[in-house]
């Protein structure tokens, strides 16, 4: 039974580029939510999707963008990047519906913007 | 906006010793979650806390939910060089399942 995937696990872009993060959930679960974890700091909430629908959004700028697919998957896209938007983002699902809580964590992506 | 502290910011510890922090938050949670992550790896769930005052297991692991619904603590016993690592604490926002994480406690075990 596979874990929260992500891809890819590492990834390089220059200022002002737009970057495509990729994750499928855990077997089951149906909602997925993308973390940003700047270094030494605790995972940022950025946004959770449910049923294809953004359902509840942090504190981040309409540069960051998602999707979910009709399997669960997800997306998170980043516009124009800043050299502040280096980080490892984290993709998270859970089961049951969006106010679920634990979450399964995946690996993360770690971006760096140059 | 709505914060965690987390207690210490690191430690170092003999192996064999035991350990214990603690996150306190000035607002009522109804969940709280322990996680644990490794150089390179997500965070991986410890334990998760459902009832104020409720004190769960995990093995070596000892986690309470404090009684004011403000605060928790994670106590590990008889501390072995895996227990290195991150160890956020995190509640679930309004039941929303929007999570929100301390700062993080770095644990280092000298063998």
């Known amino acids: 039974d596979a874990g929260v995937t992500q891809s890819p696990t590492h990834l390089i872009k220059t200022r002002g580029q737009q970057v495509t993060l990729r994750c499928s959930p855990k077997s089951g679960h149906d909602t997925v939510s993308w973390y940003q974890q700047a270094l030494g700091q605790g995972p940022q909430f950025i946004f959770q999707?449910?049923?294809?629908?953004?359902?509840q959004r942090g504190n981040f700028p309409d540069r960051f963008s998602g999707h979910q697919y009709p399997n669960y998957s997800s997306e998170l896209n980043v516009n124009a990047l800043l050299l502040g938007d280096s980080a490892l983002y984290l993709c998270?699902?859970?089961?049951?519906?969006?106010?679920?809580?634990?979450?399964?964590f995946g690996n993360g992506t770690r971006l760096t913007v140059t | 906006g709505q914060q965690l502290n987390q207690n210490p910011q690191s430690m170092f510890i003999q192996e064999g010793e035991d350990v214990s922090m603690n996150c306190t938050s000035s607002s009522i949670f109804n969940t709280w979650l322990w996680y644990k992550q490794d150089p390179g790896e997500g965070p991986v769930l410890l334990i998760a806390l459902y009832k104020a005052g409720e004190l769960t297991s995990n093995g070596r692991l000892t986690a309470q939910f404090g009684i004011t619904r403000k605060d928790s603590f994670l106590n590990i016993s008889a501390s072995i060089p895996s227990d290195v690592g991150i160890y956020f604490c995190?509640?679930?926002?309004?039941?929303?399942?929007?999570?929100?994480f301390g700062q993080g406690t770095t644990l280092q075990v000298k063998p």
């Open positions: 998270a699902s859970s089961g049951g519906g969006p106010t679920n809580s634990p979450l399964h």
């Open positions: 999707y449910y049923e294809e629908e953004e359902r």
């Open positions: 995190a509640v679930n926002s309004g039941n929303t399942g929007k999570l929100i």
